[in-house]
């Protein structure tokens, strides 16, 4: 558990950073909707989204909240499992599964206190093409997937060499031993 630690903090922090900023959005923007930050590029506006990603499921019928909290907290407790598991060495893994676990975290939060996630980060070019709101949780979210995804690629290209590197072996030893 004491290797671990290092890991738990990334958690922590990231998780306070989230929800620390999803409270001064709420009571600095909530009030006057979006502040330009980057003239036509980058934005702080307050908005709510009681779906997931994109705000998929943002308009259904049914009630998602308490779906997407247990979700939310099933993945939580897959990705503790993991992280507890994974050893110390594998630093690139356990930052990803941290980061993960803090925006999952984060994002489940608001869903049991709320009813919805808080969003205010707001990148847009122009009036031409504007990116989802999205908050913190959700960028530890994807920084954790894609350091978990180039660590995916590393072990399967550490599979795939073995074989090659195995079957290299074998045959300088052939060639040595006929020499």
């Given at each position: 558990m004491k290797e671990k630690l290092i890991y738990l903090i990334i958690t922590a922090v990231t998780l306070a950073v989230d929800q620390v900023t999803k409270a001064w959005a709420t009571a600095s923007l909530r009030p006057?909707?979006?502040?330009?930050?980057?003239?036509?590029?980058?934005?702080?506006?307050?908005?709510?989204?009681?779906?997931?990603?994109?705000?998929?499921?943002?308009?259904?019928e049914f009630e998602v909240r308490w779906i997407l909290a247990a979700i939310s907290a099933l993945a939580?407790?897959?990705?503790?499992?993991?992280l507890?598991?994974?050893a110390a060495s594998k630093?690139?893994?356990?930052?990803?599964?941290?980061?993960?676990?803090?925006?999952i975290t984060g994002?489940?939060?608001?869903?049991?206190?709320?009813?919805e996630v808080v969003d205010f980060l707001d990148?847009?070019?122009?009036?031409?093409?504007?990116?989802?709101?999205?908050?913190?949780?959700?960028?530890?979210?994807?920084i954790g997937a894609v350091l978990l995804a180039l660590e995916i690629m590393k072990e399967e290209?550490?599979?795939?060499?073995?074989?090659?590197?195995?079957?290299?072996?074998?045959?300088?030893?052939?060639?040595?031993?006929?020499?």
């Amino acid at each position: 558990m004491k290797e671990k630690l290092i890991y738990l903090i990334i958690t922590a922090v990231t998780l306070a950073v989230d929800q620390v900023t999803k409270a001064w959005a709420t009571a600095s923007l909530r009030p006057i909707g979006s502040v330009q930050v980057i003239e036509g590029l980058f934005s702080l506006s307050y908005a709510r989204n009681r779906g997931v990603a994109f705000s998929l499921f943002a308009d259904a019928e049914f009630e998602v909240r308490w779906i997407l909290a247990a979700i939310s907290a099933l993945a939580a407790a897959v990705v503790i499992v993991y992280l507890m598991q994974t050893a110390a060495s594998k630093v690139r893994l356990n930052t990803a599964l941290a980061l993960l676990l803090a925006g999952i975290t984060g994002n489940l939060v608001d869903r049991v206190r709320l009813g919805e996630v808080v969003d205010f980060l707001d990148f847009h070019w122009g009036h031409s093409f504007s990116w989802p709101t999205f908050n913190v949780a959700d960028t530890a979210i994807c920084i954790g997937a894609v350091l978990l995804a180039l660590e995916i690629m590393k072990e399967e290209k550490a599979v795939h060499a073995e074989p090659q590197a195995a079957g290299s072996r074998i045959e300088e030893s052939r060639m040595s031993s006929s020499e």
